[in-house]
């Protein structure tokens, strides 16, 4: 196996996961990687692990460099099982390793999943552990991804592993950021923050205030690649995401049953396009929502259309809106269209769900009795106008 180094006596010793496709529900279109480090030092520490089915390619890894029975301590920075599925394969190895995890949430979900009696080390901001001549410092950074998440910060080699925060599903030998196509990894990266870190802009903008007092030369989170060259792509991305920064341009979300709705849909196409504003279309049974969710992340208008069924509107649409509820977009304007044949309710409900997620809704009286006329066409059009005038 080709050891891959960070710095000297620092090394990326996790798994590549080349066919992963599904990621607790979102698309990775990809692949990941689940990153793990290895520090060398008077004390050896190993960051973070690998979800348990490759745990083996991570200890051939280590067995490369060290004796895992020679760890000191193993960081767990996040307890989610991508991270620390293979703990207790590991501590088994690593019989005298110490665990450190962040005090507040990160002990007890340890303890919570693993029902083990390890040697469990809290840490709390500030809190440093000396290896030798380097030194770990811990930055508690809660919701990047969930309430236990932490970074670890290589003191003297200015190298920051923040672990979820950062990362992308994108599965790839090449591990630098000026080793692999630099645009299709922030397309990944993008993907990534809306489908997962989306509905915690505040929390992120909080949490690079924090890092900012950092010198960061490296930042080497747990999926993807590492930022040694353009740490500040991702991190400026990343400010931008979490301020709920949008551009010009307007997505047409939408399902059919018999194709009216879908006429509705390239017509509030036709004149927000008109207007100038950039405007994709996006049929719900043919399009990934995770894909979706992506384009939503930096788009100003959300405009989603469904027939009415029973008395509601299509699964797909709801299972979208259900996805979009959570992730909380900020800064959003949206609105709502749909055919029917004898009662309009999916438009009013759309339009209840579009608010519920956080979107500022504009009432388009969009619900048009089965097929749209010349003039139903002619109202959708206008509408899509008097839209890219509040998007623009
Ligand atoms: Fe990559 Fe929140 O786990």
């Not at 760890?71 to 394969?89: K, Q, W």
């Not at 995401?241 to 017509?267: C, F, H, N, P």
């Not at 994709?280 to 969710?293: F, H, K, P, V």
């Amino acid at each position: 196996m080709t050891k891959v180094m960070l710095r000297e006596d620092v090394y990326w010793v996790g798994a590549i996961d080349w066919n992963l496709r599904e990621f607790h529900g979102y698309s990775t279109h990809h692949g990941t990687t689940y990153n793990a480090y290895l520090i060398i030092d008077e004390k050896v520490a190993l960051i973070d692990t690998v979800k348990a089915p490759f745990y083996q390619e991570m200890l051939s890894r280590i067995k490369e460099i060290v004796d895992p029975k020679d760890i000191d301590y193993v960081v767990s920075n996040h307890v989610e099982m991508d991270h620390s599925g293979s703990l207790p394969m590991m501590m088994k190895e690593a019989r005298k390793a110490k665990v450190i995890t962040v005090e507040r949430c990160g002990e007890s979900g340890l303890k919570d999943n693993f029902h083990a009696d390890w040697e469990l080390t809290p840490v709390k901001e500030g809190d440093e552990i000396s290896l030798g001549k380097r030194k770990l410092a811990f930055i508690p950074i809660p919701m990047l991804h969930w309430p236990d998440s932490m970074a670890t910060y290589l003191v003297e080699d200015e190298i920051l592993f923040p672990n979820d925060a950062f990362g992308q599903h994108f599965a790839t030998s090449k591990l630098f950021d000026d080793e692999v196509d630099l645009e299709a990894v922030m397309a990944e990266a993008t993907k990534y923050y809306a489908t997962i870190l989306m509905p915690f802009g505040d929390l992120i903008l909080r949490a690079l205030d924090k890092l900012s007092g950092l010198k960061i030369k490296m930042i080497a989170p747990s999926h993807g690649i590492i930022w040694r060259s353009h740490p500040e792509r991702i991190t400026n991305s990343y400010a931008a995401w979490g301020r709920g920064d949008t551009k010009s341009k307007a997505l047409v979300i939408y399902d059919t049953m018999w194709g009216s709705t879908e006429k509705m849909a390239q017509a509030l196409a036709e004149g927000i396009g008109e207007a100038g504003v950039e405007v994709r279309l996006y049929g719900l049974s043919q399009s990934d929502r995770s894909d979706i969710i992506k384009e939503i992340l930096g788009a100003k208008g959300i405009i989603v259309g469904s027939p009415t069924i029973n008395n509601g509107m299509l699964p797909t649409v709801a299972a979208f809106l259900c996805n979009l509820k959570g992730l909380k977009p900020k800064g959003k304007v949206g609105a709502a269209f749909g055919s029917y044949g004898w009662a309009g309710a999916a438009v009013k409900q759309i339009e209840e769900e579009l608010g519920k997620a956080g979107v500022e809704v504009i009432k388009s009286d969009l619900a048009i009795k089965f097929v749209p006329d010349e003039d139903a066409i002619k109202k959708c059009i206008d509408f899509g106008r008097a839209m890219a005038s509040k998007i623009g």
